[in-house]
């Protein structure tokens, strides 16, 4: 069954500190890992991605560990700041299958100043 | 660059009654979906259309219809509204099954 699980439900975090995002999946066959932000009262946007040919993709302060043999994969955030306060969501995909992106429930991160 | 329009920006209906929510994109991306999302949690898929005509049914597609009338539309019919699906539906495009996904901004569902 495909499933994306993420955790922790909610998290708050000080200013400056690093943000630690988590989920995992199941289907091994999963090929795209993107993260998507989604601010209150909002739509969800993309943040960032990662394909499996690749075990880190950063862009900024964001960063995406990816680790296939355990099927887990991470989203860093490198000196949070307020305006990071927001509920993140992982989601997995398969190339090929029609783009439908399985996405996890959400991370609600608070950074506190 | 493009947009997404979502009509209505708030949708009330009775219980039972058939509604239709529109998505209007001019990215002109070939695939557009229909998730909902309920009160703190994720993005269920409802519906998809990788082209023109063409309907792929989703997770939570039970209850739903939805028409590629054209290209830049997608719509979704609440074929009988009940009071537990009360949601925000997010409508998304992209410019194929492979790439990013770009969200509308979203119709609230309230059932009475």
């Known amino acids: 069954q495909q499933q994306v699980r993420q955790s922790p439900q909610s998290l708050t975090v000080w200013e400056g500190e690093t943000a630690i995002l988590n989920c995992s999946y199941e289907?091994?066959?999963?090929?795209?890992f993107p993260w998507y932000h989604q601010f209150p009262g909002e739509s969800p946007a993309l943040l960032i991605a990662?394909?499996?040919?690749?075990n880190k993709k950063e862009d900024g302060r964001f960063t995406i560990f990816f680790n296939k043999r355990e099927k887990k994969f991470s989203l860093h955030i490198a000196d949070s700041q307020p305006g990071d306060s927001a509920t993140y969501f992982c989601?997995?995909?398969?190339?090929?299958?029609?783009?439908?992106?399985?996405f996890g429930l959400g991370t609600t991160l608070q950074v506190q100043p | 660059g493009g947009i997404i329009t979502q009509t209505p920006k708030f949708l009330i209906g009775q219980e039972g009654q058939k509604l239709t929510l529109k998505c209007q994109q001019n990215?002109?991306?070939?695939?557009m979906y229909w998730y909902r999302q309920d009160s703190g949690k994720g993005l269920r898929l409802i519906y998809y259309?990788?082209?023109?005509?063409?309907?792929q049914k989703g997770d939570l597609s039970e209850g739903y219809d939805a028409s590629r009338e054209k290209k830049s539309s997608f719509s979704l019919t609440v074929t009988s509204a009940q009071k537990n699906e009360m949601a925000v539906f997010l409508c998304?495009?992209?410019?194929?099954?492979?790439?990013?996904?770009?969200f509308g901004p979203g119709t609230r569902l309230t059932v009475l």
């Open positions: 990662i394909r499996p040919v690749s």
């Open positions: 989601a997995a995909s398969i190339t090929g299958n029609t783009g439908k992106l399985i």
């Open positions: 998304a495009s992209s410019i194929n099954w492979a790439a990013e996904q770009f």
């Open positions: 259309s990788i082209t023109e005509n063409d309907l």
């Open positions: 990215f002109n991306h070939d695939t």
């Open positions: 289907d091994s066959t999963f090929d795209y």
